[in-house]
């Protein structure tokens, strides 16, 4: 039998992240609450990632404009929507890769395109 290697990575699910602390400057541990027990828990670690949430939060704008069955507005490379003249940018949408990074890029994309958009008319 081979010995398992222990994992540097933990993914917990169902936290509600309340403080992340640091030392030196450097991130030193995170404490969050459990969901279902209220208990409040830290972890030491030298870095994080924090992911909120996967669910859209389109529902004000169902019947408007096209969502996928994950309730994300499709658009298209241009961050265009079905409906002519309205853009889409972020999380909401079908762009892979919901991060922050992904979402500010996608931001100037659809601002571009929207001021193309305005020019053009």
Do not use: W
């Not at 658009?75 to 991060?99: L, S, Y």
Request: with cysteine; hydrophobic share 35%.
């Amino acid at each position: 039998n081979k010995a398992k290697e222990k994992s540097n990575i933990e993914f917990i699910t169902g936290a509600a992240t309340k403080e992340i602390k640091a030392t030196d400057g450097k991130v030193s541990s995170i404490v969050f609450e459990d969901r279902k027990t209220g208990e409040t828990h830290e972890r030491d670690l030298e870095g994080v990632f924090v992911q909120i949430g996967l669910v859209p939060n389109t529902g004000f704008i169902k019947g408007f404009v096209d969502l996928n069955r994950f309730g994300e507005i499709e658009i298209d490379e241009r961050c265009r929507t079905d409906r002519k003249g309205i853009f889409a940018c972020g999380d909401v949408t079908t762009v892979p890769f919901k991060q922050i990074n992904i979402a500010m890029g996608e931001g100037s994309k659809a601002a571009l395109s929207a001021f193309e958009y305005l020019v053009m008319q």
